[in-house]
């Protein structure tokens, strides 16, 4: 996509700080490619799936689903990043090699989070792209490990990090190696709790003006209920997201982590087809 007409050059205290996420006035906007899947340009991409790999093996169901509603990436943890530690885990290198045999089965490229530094090797040898979740955006030899890893990242915002802080993550991504990386907003934690956290438009916006890197949006965790999801991935898609993450699972009742805000596979179908009209609406596809 050329650049926004109304983007202002970065000042130069930015062009210092962002040397590669920055975007210079006139920069093209970056397109990051994942199989099929390209970020950045006209078409959005939708990565989709259920929070966790589960042991009930309703993986395979929910990523046929997803890809038949519109999908091109599968997205779900092997590796689960859980408040409690007597919540479940995730399979682990179970969940890996089931995450390998839903690619083979539905033609959807892969996108997981890698927790630990000592499992980007493990985790890059099957996924096509690597997720750093929330509460890894600061962990500096993660993103350092990701990076040398030369596989596309997708860079979760902190859920209290700030722009400046979640760009220089960014910055230790490319500056170790890595050369493609796109951003997801997936909501702040703010004074109010009637939602899960509150998904910060904002700095979509800005980032489109301020990074030449993709930016996309995760409703799910922002707001951690499946009834305001579709709402917000309209909304996303009008303030100029490149895609969306969103939480689809076959039966979310049954769900091992983060069931309240899964979308079933008939509310993702019906979701995506009220983002086309959106996505329409601002000059791009879905
Ligand atoms: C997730 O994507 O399932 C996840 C744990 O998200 P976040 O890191 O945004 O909390
Ligand atoms: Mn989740």
């Not at 859980?82 to 995450?99: K, V």
Request: contains cysteine; proline residues 6%; neutral net charge.
């Amino acid at each position: 996509m050329s650049p926004d007409p109304q983007l202002k050059p970065l000042r130069p205290a930015d062009a210092d700080r962002y040397p590669r996420s920055g975007r210079a006035a006139g920069q093209e906007a970056t397109l990051v490619r994942v199989g099929a899947a390209v970020f950045g340009g006209q078409r959005l991409v939708v990565a989709a799936g259920p929070c966790a790999v589960e042991p009930s093996g309703s993986l395979l169901a929910t990523a046929a689903a997803v890809r038949d509603a519109g999908a091109t990436l599968l997205r779900a943890g092997a590796y689960k990043p859980r408040t409690s530690p007597y919540d479940f885990q995730g399979l682990g290198r179970e969940g890996l090699a089931l995450l390998a045999e839903a690619r083979d089965a539905t033609g959807l490229p892969v996108v997981t989070e890698v927790l630990d530094p000592r499992d980007v090797e493990a985790v890059a040898a099957v996924a096509d792209m690597l997720q750093i979740g929330s509460r890894s955006v600061q962990n500096v030899p993660l993103l350092r490990e990701v990076g040398r890893s030369g596989k596309p990242v997708l860079l979760k915002r902190g859920m209290m990090t700030t722009v400046h802080e979640w760009l220089s993550a960014a910055e230790y991504v490319l500056s170790a190696g890595g050369r493609d990386l796109v951003l997801c907003e997936r909501g702040i934690r703010t004074f109010e709790d009637a939602t899960r956290n509150t998904l910060d438009l904002n700095t979509v916006v800005l980032l489109k003006q301020r990074t030449h890197l993709p930016v996309i949006v995760d409703p799910s965790h922002a707001c951690g209920d499946a009834n305001l999801v579709a709402a917000l991935c309209r909304a996303a898609v009008a303030a100029g997201a490149d895609g969306l993450l969103v939480e689809v699972h076959v039966d979310p009742l049954l769900a091992l982590s983060d069931g309240d805000q899964s979308l079933d596979p008939a509310a993702f179908r019906a979701a995506m087809t009220a983002c086309r009209a959106v996505a329409a609406a601002v000059g791009r596809e879905i």
